[in-house]
């Protein structure tokens, strides 16, 4: 079993469907879960670093995940982390060997066909990066 899970949430519609996998998962084994939220930063030459998303907005979409599994009876930590973009894969799989985790739960928004090729996956970088399983919820 996994009692020590790296949950990485961000603001899409398949976070429900992560929150409720890793709930499960805790469940079974009265393990805790650590929820990453990591927010992007663009870097622009000559233009600067952009921040797609507020702090407001990256703390809430943590923080909302880690309360869910709180009122499960599930044991629950948050954080949010800043990556440039593309580095996403690379920082989740560092806070997962930063936590110790067994397992790594995430989901993944299906992009397929030229803009799949064209943006990669982050799932997909954190399957090949990660020395541990990682479970990704569509």
Known sequence: ????????????????RVV???REMASLSKGEVWVLHVQEKEVMPRGGVFVVESAEEARS?????AQELDDAGIKS???VRTAIRGQTAREIVAIARAHDADVIVMGSRGRTG??????????HQVIHLSDRPVLVVR
């Open 1 to 16: 079993m996994y009692d020590r899970l790296l949950m990485a949430v961000d603001r899409s519609d398949v976070t429900e």
């Open 20 to 22: 409720n996998a890793a």
């Open 61 to 65: 979409a943590a923080e909302h995940a």
């Open 77 to 79: 930590h948050y954080e």
């Open 114 to 123: 030229m803009i799949g090729v064209m943006l990669g996956s982050t799932a």
